[in-house]
């Protein structure tokens, strides 16, 4: 089983609004990522989790915070958001060392 | 010089016919190289992975790597029209964990 999942599918709100994102995956795999997709780009690397501690934050502005409560979770949590960041936002899993990463079906944000 | 660079496309191809996407990366350090595919708005599936010299065949694709040409490609044969999606080459860099993404090529293969 090759499965991450999350949720919601699609959000919509404002740029006064706190809202979380969540990823789980039950495979054992032991880092979690966060990525950010605009249309027609490739997915950009926001944030990796390593045994559920934080290892990259490609500089990534503080109205994203990540958080790994356990190793089958990942949360992003989302407040203070401009229109611009309006993307698809993708979770990934892989094994210990970052080989092949899988990803989610990802949430489609929208920011008004 | 972009670290990992594809055509961006699109690439039209007639159905049963062979499409050829091509990659190219900058960092000689990379040793692990992947093929996604992307349908529109869905996430980026898993195609093929590939670590030495050489090809490695699953099913109606092949993914070819050549390190001393830092060049990587991939192989579709019989093309169908549900191969029509965009695909995106990534390389993981030597920094653990990090995958760089080509821009994408488009493909679409028409009946």
């Known amino acids: 089983d090759t499965e991450v999942t999350q949720t919601p599918k699609h959000l919509v709100m404002g740029m006064t609004n706190k809202k979380s994102l969540k990823c789980e995956q039950h495979?054992?795999?032991?880092?979690m990522y966060w990525y950010k997709q605009k249309a027609k780009k490739p997915p950009e690397l926001m944030f990796v989790?390593?045994?559920?501690?934080?290892?990259i934050n490609e500089s990534v502005p503080s109205r994203f915070s990540p958080e790994c409560p356990n190793s089958s979770l990942l949360n992003l949590h989302l407040h203070a958001l401009q229109p611009e960041d309006s993307a698809l936002y993708l979770c990934?899993?892989?094994?210990?060392?970052?080989?092949?990463?899988?990803f989610g079906p990802g949430t489609r944000l929208l920011v008004l | 010089q972009k670290e990992v660079e594809q055509n961006s496309g699109p690439l039209s191809v007639p159905e049963g016919a062979i499409a050829s996407l091509n990659c190219t990366y900058s960092?000689?350090?990379?040793?692990?190289f992947f093929w996604y595919r992307q349908y529109s708005g869905k996430s980026p599936e898993l195609i093929m992975s590939?670590?030495?010299?050489g090809d490695k065949e699953d099913g109606r694709f092949t993914a070819q790597l050549n390190k001393a040409s830092q060049y990587v490609s991939l192989l579709i044969r019989d093309s169908q029209p549900s191969d029509s999606a965009t695909y995106l080459c990534?390389?993981?860099?030597?920094?653990?964990?990090?995958?760089?993404f080509g821009q994408g090529t488009i493909l679409t293969v028409h009946p």
């Open positions: 990934a899993s892989s094994q210990q060392g970052g080989e092949t990463q899988y």
């Open positions: 495979m054992g795999h032991r880092a």
């Open positions: 989790y390593s045994y559920e501690k934080l290892s």
């Open positions: 960092d000689r350090g990379s040793q692990s």
């Open positions: 590939i670590y030495s010299n």
């Open positions: 990534a390389v993981k860099t030597p920094s653990y964990g990090k995958l760089t």
